[in-house]
């Protein structure tokens, strides 16, 4: 009996913890803390369309191809990309508002030998990215972690940093506290300029490819 106690206690304070966090991060800047990384890099078995794996498969590769990963967090995606891109002579950049996270993935992918991966250090909606510059961005599970009143003007720095026919791939899960539905993101996306292409997965675990519109 004392279990299951505890174990409903448990549920209910990350549900309500997670659901706090959430209602914040509409208004304030709280980006996941270093020390859940090892939550993010978890491979979710129920949420297929949110695995690295997928999400790459997605992609399309090419020679010299520059992709973006905003919100690279603890290189979960960014660094086995790099490692796929390698041999197309492809490269990787890695964004994140938080310095640890950069840390966490520049060491990793010293272990790992990756020569064709660098990092930016700071917020979306304040940097100013170098225009027309990637073939691919990435924005995995950071939507939602990006306050409500900054999110057009971080997609717009985006846009410009995409190339004229590049992508975007966003891609959500319901396992994320900070969860952005479908219509959502499709909304926002078409606000500053770009079209869908592609949806994988399910309501609850998706991937969305966005194209810029031709003006
Ligand atoms: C939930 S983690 C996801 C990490 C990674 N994309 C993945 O799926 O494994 C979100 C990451 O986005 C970063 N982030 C949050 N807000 C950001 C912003 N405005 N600009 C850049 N990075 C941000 C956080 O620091 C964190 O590392």
């Known amino acids: ?74 290189g979960r995606v960014a660094l086995p990309l790099a490692q796929r891109i390698a041999e197309k002579n492809g490269w990787v950049t890695g964004l994140d508002i938080q310095h640890k996270m950069i840390e966490k993935t520049q060491a990793k992918a010293q272990v790992l030998g990756l020569t064709n991966i660098d990092f930016i250090h700071g917020a979306l909606d304040t940097i100013n990215l170098n225009k027309n510059t990637y073939d691919v961005v990435l924005m995995v599970c950071i939507l939602g972690e990006i306050p409500e009143n900054e999110r057009v003007t971080a997609l717009t720095s985006l846009a410009d940093a995409v190339k004229p026919n590049g992508i975007v791939s966003i891609t959500e899960t319901i396992f994320d506290p900070h969860f952005q539905k479908t219509q959502t993101v499709v909304d926002l996306m078409k606000k500053v300029g770009f079209v869908q292409k592609k949806f994988i997965g399910n309501k609850g675990a998706y991937t969305l490819h966005f194209e810029k519109q031709k003006s």
Do not use: Q, T
Not at 10 to 28: A, D
Not at 49 to 69: M, Q, R, T, V, Y
């Open 1 to 74: 009996m004392n279990l299951f106690l505890y174990s409903a206690l448990g549920v209910s304070v990350l549900l309500i913890g997670g659901l706090l966090w959430r209602l914040s991060s509409n208004r304030h800047k709280l980006p996941c803390p270093s020390w859940l990384a090892w939550l993010v890099e978890l491979d979710n078995p129920f949420a297929h369309a949110h695995k690295a794996s997928s999400i790459i498969e997605a992609l399309p590769i090419f020679d010299g191809i520059k992709i973006l990963d905003i919100g690279c967090g603890p």
